[in-house]
């Protein structure tokens, strides 16, 4: 592909090969992998959060708190994320962290 010339097949500009290993799957393939990873999330959620229909399994406990404390109470929900719940609150932080970088490096240009 030359400078100002339209890609000739999907994945040219990131350097991929037309076809054969590390070359860009179809559109169906890519379409139900998303799918796929969408479903394994929401089950993982299901399973920390305990909304499996049941009861079923509870990964973090309910705070055990009354409705009316938390109407518009921002100083209730920081004790309950940075105490009951530093470890997943941490967590989240590191892969929203390592998302934005690999995002970063994804998207810069080689120069």
Do not use: C, H
């Not at 399994?57 to 105490?83: C, D, H, W, Y």
């Not at 530093?86 to 240009?109: C, N, Q, R, Y």
């Amino acid at each position: 592909m030359t400078s100002g010339s339209r890609p000739t097949y999907p994945g040219e500009m990131l350097g991929l090969p037309e076809s054969g290993p590390g070359s860009l799957a179809p559109m169906g393939r890519r379409l139900a992998a998303l799918l796929i990873d969408w479903l394994i999330s929401y089950g993982l959620a299901a399973l920390a959060l305990g909304r499996s229909g049941n009861g079923g399994m509870q990964l973090l406990p309910a705070p055990r708190v009354a409705a009316a404390s938390l109407e518009g109470n921002t100083e209730q929900i920081g004790k309950l994320l940075f105490q009951n719940y530093v470890i997943p609150f941490e967590i989240a932080s590191i892969l929203l962290l390592v998302a934005l970088v690999g995002a970063v490096v994804m998207g810069k240009k080689k120069i």
